[in-house]
């Protein structure tokens, strides 16, 4: 929610990211530890019973050796997985099917076919476009992690946490969409009862992407929860571009986001003045400075011309990463910040006052007097804040809720101190009026 007042317009945003419910404590054998299993009389005996109980005709099979070796990778998935495969290669007994690893891979998922799983795995993005009729990713992350914080965690977006993984994600489910060809499916485990968990559905619904998304529910056995077959399915019409447009939806979904850039264009329009001269801008509790840094961008001062930038952070590292990105600002490190203390500006000082994500760290009997000291020193006061979106289901409350748990613990703060203070619009609303700040208007 971006707030603005005395004299300026509000607006909303929103990036929603998922995670997966709790692990069931499964773990599927890895396919890229290989997957083969030697071929015993027995064992050809069982596949060939099961490959008829499925009505998949033997003509399909190659080699006796090769059916085999099916039925060991097979047997090594998860039941309910394998079920799923079983089924997709009985509606097209002369699929080509590739297994994957993990979709959370760094450096891109790599997958061998079902006919030869102990060949060397291959990147996706490295093999042809519509070479395959069903890929199935043998072990998911969302299962094995333990919790939904630590799958959130590596799918947190924002602020900057090192192991991120939603760009690989993104970067991964459009190389699988590439080497499908038109209607063919993809098929993976998931801790998803249904599309209103957002974990990976978020993510299967980015504009590049064409699928028809089926959920089918399982029980895994002896593990206390609930595991999902999700299968994919590529559109009748759709085309092998995903990869091409990748790079525009990582910028819109992640970059943007870590960078800060969204949230400095929707903040542009105020930080100007009418009689062209030269802004002055408070930006106070900045972080690493990625939001302002955008205001020294050559392009953006073309069209904007230069603004006076002011910086204010209590953590020292933080502090020192803004001065290296604007070295023409003043960057002050208020190393024991003290909400009760006036700030080291006179009144009016400023043109417009930035807190960006900076109230919902400060204590709810603080609030009021940082506020007014933000509308002493400046003629605008502009706060980007979260907002528990009422119109989610329960399932992405939780998830939201969890990821806003989390943001807490890089700054050293438990959660529970400052979590009952993300308010809802009415109530941030209330907050800035109590301040004495005046609400222009809400969208």
């Known amino acids: 929610m971006l707030t603005t007042c005395a004299g300026a317009r509000p607006a909303d945003f929103h990036l929603r990211l998922g995670c997966p419910a709790p692990s069931p404590g499964w773990h599927a054998t890895s396919m890229l530890a290989g997957m083969a299993v030697a071929s015993t009389w027995p064992k050809l005996r069982q596949s060939c019973r099961l490959r008829r109980s499925v009505g998949v005709p033997v003509r399909t099979v190659r080699r006796c050796g090769s059916e085999t070796q099916m039925e060991a990778v097979l047997a090594a998935l998860h039941p309910a997985l394998a079920a799923a495969v079983r089924k997709a290669i009985c509606n097209t007994p002369e699929a080509e099917t590739l297994l994957v ?9 790599k997958g061998v076919s079902l006919r030869q799983p102990d060949d060397v795995p291959q990147l996706l993005r490295e093999l042809p476009h519509d070479c395959y009729d069903l890929v199935v990713e043998v072990q998911s992350e969302e299962v094995s992690s ?9 799918f947190y977006p924002l602020g900057g946490h090192s192991f991120s993984l939603a760009n690989d994600f993104i970067i991964n489910l459009a190389s699988i969409s590439k080497v499908l060809r038109n209607g063919g499916k993809f098929i993976f485990l998931s801790m998803a009862r249904n599309e209103d968990e957002v974990l990976p559905f978020s993510f299967l619904n980015l504009p590049h992407l064409r699928w028809q998304v089926h959920v089918e529910a399982s029980s895994s056995k002896g593990a206390g929860a609930t595991v999902s077959v999700v299968c994919c399915t590529m559109d009748a019409d759709a085309t092998s571009k995903s990869l091409k447009l990748t790079p525009r939806v990582i910028a819109e979904q992640c970059t943007d986001e870590i960078s800060r850039r969204r949230y400095f264009e929707a903040l542009r329009p105020f930080m100007k003045r009418e009689d062209g001269k030269t802004p002055r801008i408070l930006d106070y509790g900045c972080g690493d400075g990625s939001l302002m840094s955008w205001a020294v961008d050559p392009r953006v001062q073309r069209e904007d011309g230069p603004r006076d930038i002011t910086l204010v952070e209590a953590n020292l590292e933080l502090a020192a990463r803004a001065q290296s990105k604007l070295p023409n600002a003043e960057v002050i490190h208020v190393a024991d910040v003290d909400e009760s203390e006036p ?15 900076v109230l919902h760290h400060v204590p709810m009997s ?6 007014a000291e933000a509308l002493r020193v400046g003629h605008q006061v502009l706060v980007l804040e979260d907002l528990p979106d009422e119109a989610l289901s329960a399932n992405a409350r939780r998830l939201a809720w969890l990821v806003t748990e989390e943001h807490f613990r890089p700054f050293g703060q438990d959660p529970d101190d400052f979590i009952a203070g993300v308010l809802p619009r009415q109530s941030w609303i209330k907050t800035f009026q109590d301040a004495g700040l005046q609400i222009i208007g809400s969208e």
């Open 146 to 154: 333990a919790t939904w914080e630590a799958v959130q965690n590596r």
């Open 343 to 357: 700030w080291p500006f006179v009144d009016l000082q400023f043109d417009v006052v930035v807190l960006a994500f």
């Open 366 to 371: 603080a609030r009021a007097a940082l506020l």
């Open 101 to 109: 690893g993990s979709k959370e891979e760094i450096g891109g998922v």
